[in-house]
């Protein structure tokens, strides 16, 4: 079977690596020459609006899926015409767009910090007046890694913020008072069979993705429940196939949902190493009309993000549980260059681990 990916990013790459096992082949569609994933398969560079590029692409392709959720709609309906996609445009529709994503949650009865549409500087006053102090502005679609949002401490940032952020489709989202940023992965197969990972614990500074533990600590069965049933009402709903991360802050036992990523993702990298199937494998799965993973967790794991530098690969392998993921990508700041999973067999072995990691990352 050959499977299409729109995005020849590390995600890609992962799927890749993943799906080689299961005798897969691959062929990757991305804006950039040097993406990471054409160091392992066929490569076709183009404009997600070339159609007769996109029809290239297509040729000979058994099914397409996307390993990031900035494709525009319009494309994987063009490809719809061509071969199966999956997950289904739809889910990239809800996803897209923050304003649509956080309304769909709420169709859903699925809880979100509050929030105020803002196309003029007058929206953006008047949404202050309803989300209160401090708020986040945010470009309403492609931002990501903290990119596209700034903070409104005080009506003094408001004009700031306009400034650097206007001009845009924008939303205004309540600063939630959270005890911890928390995901779920979910998986939905084209039978409708449906797994979840446990929920993991992030850690975001400067909005980037710097550690994940799993599974969560303190995770409750009444926690991991609510999460489960949020994730099914998003799977069912949009008839989804693949894999699904939600991302929620975690107040007074509370989830809310932040947002939605209709694809792979960070928070789930543990899984390589660390969950009796993989996230890259069960979404492959998934596509594939095969028989979905175990998504049980082997021991406690922690993922750790390489960002805008590289360590030495022998220090790092020298921490035992260690496996180092590098994604071949040239170094910049803020730029993700690779990853560390880390096991251990217990929370406390775990913490020790990570110790010793800090010295080195």
Request: overall charge negative; glycine content about 8%.
């Amino acid at each position: 079977m050959k499977i299409g990916v729109l995005g020849g990013g590390q995600l890609g790459r992962m799927l890749a690596l993943a799906g080689y096992p299961l005798g897969l082949r691959f062929r990757f569609f991305d804006t950039a020459a040097d993406a990471p994933a054409g160091h392992l398969a066929e490569l076709q560079v183009g404009a997600y609006d070339d159609e007769a590029a996109l029809e290239r692409f297509a040729e000979g392709l058994d099914l397409i899926t996307y390993e990031f959720e900035n494709v525009p709609v319009e494309t994987a309906r063009f490809l719809q015409r061509l071969a199966p996609v999956y997950p289904p445009p739809q889910a990239l529709e809800a996803a897209r767009d923050r304003v649509v994503e956080k309304t769909f949650f709420r169709s859903l009865s699925i809880p979100t910090p509050l929030f105020y549409p803002v196309l003029t500087q007058n929206d953006l006053l008047q949404g202050l007046e309803q989300v209160g102090y401090p708020a986040l502005l945010k470009t309403r679609t492609l931002g990501y890694d903290g990119k596209g949002q700034a903070k409104i401490a005080t009506p003094a940032d408001a004009d700031k913020a306009w400034e650097e952020l206007g001009g845009t489709p924008l939303v205004l989202e309540a600063f939630v008072a959270f005890e911890r940023e928390v995901s779920i992965l979910a998986v939905r197969g084209r039978s409708g069979e449906m797994v979840f990972y446990p929920l993991v614990e992030n850690l975001h500074q400067q909005g980037i993705l710097r550690r994940s533990l799993a599974p969560a600590p303190r995770l409750t069965q009444a926690l991991q429940a609510q999460a489960e049933e949020y994730a099914r009402r998003v799977l069912l709903n949009l008839e989804y196939v693949g894999v699904l991360a939600i991302e929620f802050f975690q107040v007074q036992g509370q989830l809310l949902a932040n947002e939605m990523a209709p694809r792979v993702h960070n928070s789930g990298h543990w899984s390589i190493e660390g969950a009796e199937t993989s996230q890259f494998e069960n979404h492959l799965r998934a596509v594939c009309g095969l028989p979905l993973g175990s998504t049980a967790p082997r021991e406690y794991s922690a993922m750790l993000n390489l960002i805008g530098k590289l360590p030495e690969p022998k220090d790092v392998l020298a921490v035992p549980g260690a496996h180092l993921h590098l994604y071949g990508k040239e170094p910049r700041p803020g730029r993700k260059l690779g990853h560390v999973t880390l096991r251990a067999e217990s929370r406390e072995e775990l913490e020790e681990r990570l110790e010793a990691l800090s010295g080195i990352l």
